[in-house]
C-alpha cells in the first residue's frame, strides 16, 4: 500500500504505524461540567464504518509527521491525506 | 583524566574507509550538525534569516541544499538540519543559537550522528536492498530519512546512482556500518 504524503509524495506504508479513528484529534475539555461522560464516550466508543474511514497514520520513519488518512475499509484505496495539524488547526484546536 | 583517547564513532582513531569491490564506505568525522526547529509563528522569518546566514535557500521537503560553507537539510515540517565543517565542540550549534534567535530552537547533533560517505559502482543496489526508497530516482540533493535495518537513518543523494552519505544514529553506527558492509559483500 502506498500512501501520498502531503509534502513528500508517494510513501511505503510500511514507514508508518496506525493509531486508529482521526476523532481521536477531538480531545474533551476536561474542564467541561461533563467531562466524565464526554472522556467516556472519546476513550471507549468508536465507529466501525464498513467504507470511508478517516484515521491517524504515523510517518514514523520519514518525517515524523501526524497524517489523517482517509481509506476506505473495504477496498483500502485511500482517498486523501492531510497533515494532522492542519485539520486540528482548522477545528481550531492548536495554534 | 588526560588520558582519554578521541575515537570516531566506529571506535577506531581514524576515520574507518572499507573498500568493497567497486564501493567504498568512508566514515566522517569531520563534520558539525544542529537541528533547528522554528517557533510558533516564526515559520517564515525562519526561512528568510536562514537564507542570510546559510547563504542557501531554506530547503523544500525531501530535499538538501549546498550553501558555500553550510548546507541545509530538510527534517520535516519547519525543520532542518544544519551541517558544516567542524571547527570545535557544540561551535556550530551556539553560533546558530545568537544567529537564530527568537525564530527557532537550536540542537547540537553533532555527537547524535555519524555521516557515513558511500559511493561507486553498485551504491543503488546496496541502498536498494537496505531501504524501501526508490534510491534509482534520487538525484543529487534529494534527502530523506528512511529506516536501515530496523534503524532510522538519514540519507543523501550527492550524485545521482554514485554517491550517497548516510547518517546513522552514533548509538548505532556499527550496526548501520556492519549492515553496509556486509550488503556491499554479498552484492
Known amino acids: 500500500m502506498i500512501i501520498n504524503h502531503p509534502l513528500l509524495g508517494p510513501r511505503d506504508a510500511s514507514e508508518f504505524t496506525y493509531l486508529g479513528d482521526a476523532a481521536l484529534i477531538e480531545r474533551p475539555d476536561w474542564q467541561s461540567e461533563t467531562a466524565q461522560d464526554e472522556f467516556h464516550d472519546y476513550v471507549y466508543l468508536r465507529d466501525n464504518p464498513a467504507g470511508t474511514h478517516r484515521e491517524l497514520w504515523f510517518h514514523e520513519q520519514g518525517d515524523r509527521s501526524w497524517l489523517v488518512v482517509t481509506r476506505n475499509t473495504m477496498t483500502h484505496e485511500i482517498l486523501a491525506t492531510e497533515l494532522a495539524r492542519d485539520v486540528a488547526r482548522k477545528m481550531g484546536r492548536g495554534k | ?187
Open chain 2, 1 to 187: 583524566m588526560r588520558d582519554f583517547v578521541a575515537k570516531t564513532a566506529l571506535g577506531g582513531i581514524e576515520p574507518r574507509k572499507d573498500v568493497i569491490g567497486s564501493l567504498t564506505l568512508q566514515e566522517r568525522d569531520d563534520i558539525a550538525l544542529a537541528s533547528i526547529s522554528a517557533r510558533l509563528g516564526q515559520e517564515e522569518a525562519l526561512k528568510a534569516r536562514l537564507e542570510t546566514v546559510c547563504s542557501v535557500v531554506a530547503p523544500k521537503p525531501g530535499r538538501s541544499e549546498q550553501g558555500e560553507n553550510r548546507s541545509l537539510h530538510w527534517l520535516g515540517a519547519d525543520q532542518y538540519l544544519c551541517e558544516e565543517a567542524l571547527s570545535g565542540p557544540l561551535v556550530l550549534a551556539r553560533r546558530l543559537v545568537d544567529e537564530l534567535a527568537g525564530v527557532a530552537s537550536v540542537t547540537d547533533q553533532t555527537d547524535a550522528f555519524v555521516r557515513m560517505d558511500v559511493s561507486g559502482q553498485g551504491v543503488v543496489d546496496l541502498l536498494q536492498r537496505l531501504t524501501v526508497l526508490d534510491v534509482e530516482q534520487m538525484l543529487a540533493g534529494a534527502f530523506s530519512r528512511t529506516a536501515i535495518h530496523h534503524v532510522g537513518c538519514l540519507l543523501r543523494c550527492n550524485e545521482a546512482g554514485m554517491a550517497f552519505s548516510v547518517y546513522a544514529p552514533r548509538s548505532y553506527a556499527i550496526s548501520v556500518h556492519h549492515a553496509l558492509v556486509e550488503v556491499s559483500k554479498a552484492l
